[in-house]
Structures are given as C-alpha cells and as structure tokens.
C-alpha cells in the first residue's frame, strides 16, 4: 500500500513537472550539484486554487519523503513553487519564467 502511495504521488509530480534542472536555477547550482531542482506551477490563488493547493501539498509530501529516504541518486529535491492564478496567460508567464 505505502509503495503504491509512493508511485501515485510520483506520478503526480512527474504530471506537475514542469521544468528539472536547465537555466538560470541549474547554472548556479551546476552538474555537480547535491540538489536537483524542479519547477512547479499550478493554480495557488484564483478560482480553482483549491485544486492546485492540493496538487502542491501532495508533491511537496512527495519530495520530503524523497528527500527523507536519501533523495534521487543521492541529491536532495528541492522544488521551486510558482502560481499561474489559473489564468492561460499568467500560466505562460510563469512557465517561462520557470524555463528560464
């Protein structure tokens, strides 16, 4: 049951994933890095923030768990939060700040 909860709260991560590693974030941080670095938006505030609450609860869950049982090849998580207002518009906003 736990690995099943496991995998389903990573396959929402994978789902969120909007960015992991690249840019500015990967180049301060460089290959050798003991962290890895994941972009995720969703809808915080708005009319659907309900959703996107919930959906960053269970990945930042996710990534403490991760973290806690030694993190991915040995590197920490570390995920970077950002809120598109479930707006289309601030969504490519935010999306392109994440890339870059």
């Given at each position: 049951m736990k690995n099943k909860k496991i995998l389903m709260l990573m396959l929402a991560l994978v789902l969120m994933l909007?960015?992991?590693?690249?840019g500015k974030e990967a180049a301060t941080t460089g290959e050798d890095s003991d962290e890895i670095v994941i972009g995720v938006m969703g809808p915080l505030?708005?009319?659907?923030a309900i959703?996107?609450?919930a959906?960053?609860?269970?990945?930042k869950q996710a990534i403490d768990e991760i973290n806690a049982a030694g993190g991915i090849l040995g590197k920490q998580v570390r995920l970077v939060i950002e809120d598109e207002k479930?707006?289309?518009q601030e969504a490519v906003n935010v999306y392109n700040k994440i890339a870059e």
């Amino acid at each position: 049951m736990k690995n099943k909860k496991i995998l389903m709260l990573m396959l929402a991560l994978v789902l969120m994933l909007t960015a992991c590693g690249g840019g500015k974030e990967a180049a301060t941080t460089g290959e050798d890095s003991d962290e890895i670095v994941i972009g995720v938006m969703g809808p915080l505030t708005g009319n659907v923030a309900i959703y996107g609450i919930a959906s960053t609860n269970g990945t930042k869950q996710a990534i403490d768990e991760i973290n806690a049982a030694g993190g991915i090849l040995g590197k920490q998580v570390r995920l970077v939060i950002e809120d598109e207002k479930g707006d289309t518009q601030e969504a490519v906003n935010v999306y392109n700040k994440i890339a870059e």
